[in-house]
C-alpha cells in the first residue's frame, strides 16, 4: 500500500513543478505593468545617449562592373558562340561584383583613403582632412593608427552591397559630415579606377612583351617555311605528274599557310596589346556619383532606442519571473511552516500522551488511597 501511494505521489510531482503555457501567459498577465514599465525605463535611459550621438550622414555611390571588358569573359563568349552556346552573362558580373567588394575592403584600397587625407570641400575652400585625428584613433606608432583607422572605416563607415539580380555594386560611407562622407566615396572611386588602369596596363604590357617576342620567332619559322617551299619550287618545276612531288608541295604549303595564320593572330594580340598598354579608362561604369546627403540618416540614433528598449524588456521579464518565484516561494515557507507547527503540536501532544500513559496506576491495597 504504502508503495503504491509513494508511486502515485512520485509521478504527480513532476506535474506539479512544471511551467505550462498557460502558466507563462498568467505571470506575464499578471506582471504586465512592471514589464511595461521597465520597457519604459530602458528607452529612457537609451534616449539621453541617443539624443547626444551626433547626426550621421550617409552618401551613396553605385557602379557596374563591366564583365565583358575583360579578354578571357569575352573571348570564352566568343568561342562559346561559334560553336553554337551562350555563357550566361549574370555570373560573370557576379563574380566580377563580389571581386570589387572583396577589393574595397582591401588594405591597398584603404590605406590610399587613410594615409593622404581626404579633400573636403566646404563654403570657405577646399580642406584635407586627417581621418586619424578625425575619427580620434589612438595608437603607440603611425602605422598602429593606421591599421586601427581601416579597421574602424570598414566595420563602421564604408559598407558594400551588391544587387542580387544585376550586379550592380551599392557603396555606402557614413559620417557626421555630408561634405566628409562624399569625398571620402569619391575617393574611393578614384581608388578602383587607378587600381583598374595600372592593373590592365601593367598586365598588357607583359602580355605585349611576350605578344612581341612570340611574333618574332613565328616570322623567323614563316620565312623559313617559305625557303623551304622556294627551295622545292626551284628544284622541281614539274611534279605534277609524280604523287610524291606532288604530296610534298602540299605538306609545304601547309606549314606556310600555318605559319601565316599564327603570324597574323599573334600580330592581332600585339597591336591589342599595345592599345591596352596606353588605355587609361576604367572598366567600371558609374551609376550615381557620391554626393553630399542633405537629410541626416536616423539609424543611429534609432538603433540606440531600440537597444535601450529590448534591455528594459528583458530585464522586465525577468523582474515579473523574479517576484513570481518570491511570491512562490513565500507561500511555500508559509505552508511548510504551517505543516511545521502542527508536526510539532502532535509530536508534543504524542510525547505527553506516552509520559502520562507511563504513569503507575494506584494499588486497592494502598493505605492512602
Do not use: C, W
Not at 72 to 88: E, V
Not at 91 to 107: K, M, P, V
Amino acid at each position: 500500500m504504502d508503495s503504491e501511494v509513494t508511486h502515485v505521489h512520485m509521478g504527480q510531482v513532476p506535474d506539479d513543478d512544471e511551467i505550462s503555457l498557460l502558466n507563462l501567459a498568467s505571470v506575464l498577465l499578471r506582471r504586465g505593468g512592471l514589464i511595461i514599465l521597465s520597457t519604459f525605463a530602458g528607452a529612457l535611459i537609451a534616449l539621453v545617449p541617443a539624443l547626444r550621438t551626433p547626426l550621421e550622414y550617409t552618401a551613396t555611390t553605385t557602379f557596374l562592373p563591366n564583365a565583358e571588358g575583360e579578354t578571357g569573359f569575352g573571348g570564352a563568349a566568343g568561342l562559346a558562340q561559334q560553336f553554337g552556346f551562350a555563357l550566361p552573362r549574370s555570373g560573370g558580373f557576379e563574380r566580377y561584383s563580389l571581386f570589387y567588394q572583396n577589393l574595397l575592403q582591401s588594405r591597398e584600397i584603404l590605406s590610399g583613403v587613410v594615409t593622404p587625407g581626404i579633400e573636403v570641400v566646404t563654403p570657405t575652400g577646399v580642406t584635407t582632412v586627417d581621418l586619424v585625428d578625425r575619427f580620434e584613433i589612438e595608437g603607440e606608432t603611425s602605422e598602429e593608427q593606421h591599421e586601427l583607422t581601416r579597421r574602424y572605416l570598414t566595420e563602421s563607415v564604408i559598407s558594400v552591397s551588391i544587387g542580387r539580380e544585376t550586379g550592380v555594386v551599392t557603396v555606402s560611407v557614413r559620417t557626421d559630415d555630408p561634405g566628409l562622407s562624399a569625398a571620402i566615396g569619391r575617393r574611393l572611386l578614384d581608388l578602383i579606377a587607378t587600381f583598374d588602369v595600372d592593373t590592365r596596363q601593367s598586365q598588357a604590357s607583359a602580355e605585349r612583351g611576350f605578344a612581341e617576342e612570340r611574333l618574332g620567332q613565328l616570322r623567323l619559322e614563316l620565312s623559313t617555311s617559305e625557303d623551304l617551299l622556294k627551295e622545292f619550287l626551284v628544284e622541281n618545276r614539274q611534279f605534277d605528274n609524280s604523287p610524291q612531288l606532288t604530296f610534298e608541295h602540299e605538306r609545304l604549303g601547309r606549314q606556310v599557310a600555318m605559319r601565316q595564320e599564327l603570324v597574323t593572330a599573334m600580330a592581332q594580340a600585339y597591336e591589342q596589346a599595345r592599345i591596352d598598354e596606353v588605355r587609361n579608362t576604367s572598366i567600371i561604369t558609374v551609376i550615381d556619383q557620391p554626393e553630399p546627403p542633405a537629410l541626416p540618416d536616423p539609424r543611429g540614433r534609432r538603433r540606440k532606442l531600440i537597444l535601450g528598449m529590448t534591455f528594459g524588456l528583458m530585464a522586465g521579464f525577468g523582474l515579473a519571473f523574479i517576484a513570481e518565484f518570491g511570491e512562490r516561494t513565500r507561500t511555500e515557507e508559509s505552508q511548510a511552516y504551517g505543516e511545521l507547527r502542527e508536526v510539532l503540536k502532535d509530536a508534543k501532544r504524542g510525547l505527553f500522551g506516552l509520559r502520562r500513559s507511563k504513569r503507575p496506576a494506584p494499588s486497592p491495597m494502598d493505605p492512602n488511597t
